[in-house]
Nanobody, 120 residues
């Protein structure tokens, strides 16, 4: 079983910064990719940023240049640094990983989500 726990969400003013963390735990053989998604009220869940083997990254056009995804392999943790936050960034942010466990086959896993609210 692979478990994900997000942290770092909260209330921030427009133009401010926030750093999200997602720690993966369990009997993990390999983490192939990690990503952040978000879902705003009345909107579809969308990919925000992803990081894969070789530390290659991919960002949604709406956040490119302001958000940065990174990971710590030793801690099985992925981060999302969010700068110059806009009210449109208000959403529940979800961590997603593609992993292979010692006891479970390859699959994707979701965290429970963390609320980010950008408001003055």
């Amino acid at each position: 079983q692979v478990q994900l726990v997000e942290s770092g969400g909260g209330l921030v003013q427009p133009g401010g910064s926030l750093r999200l963390s997602c720690a993966a735990s369990g009997s993990i053989f390999a983490l192939h990719a990690m990503a952040w998604y978000r879902q705003a009220p009345g909107k579809q869940r969308e990919l925000v940023a992803a990081i894969i083997s070789g530390d290659s990254t991919n960002y949604a056009d709406s956040v490119k240049g302001r958000f940065t995804i990174s990971k710590d392999n030793a801690k099985n943790t992925v981060y999302l640094q969010m700068n110059s936050l806009k009210p449109e960034a208000t959403a529940v942010y979800y961590c997603n990983v593609a992993a292979t466990g010692y006891r479970t086959p390859y699959g994707t896993y979701w965290g429970p989500g963390t609320q980010v609210t950008v408001s003055s």
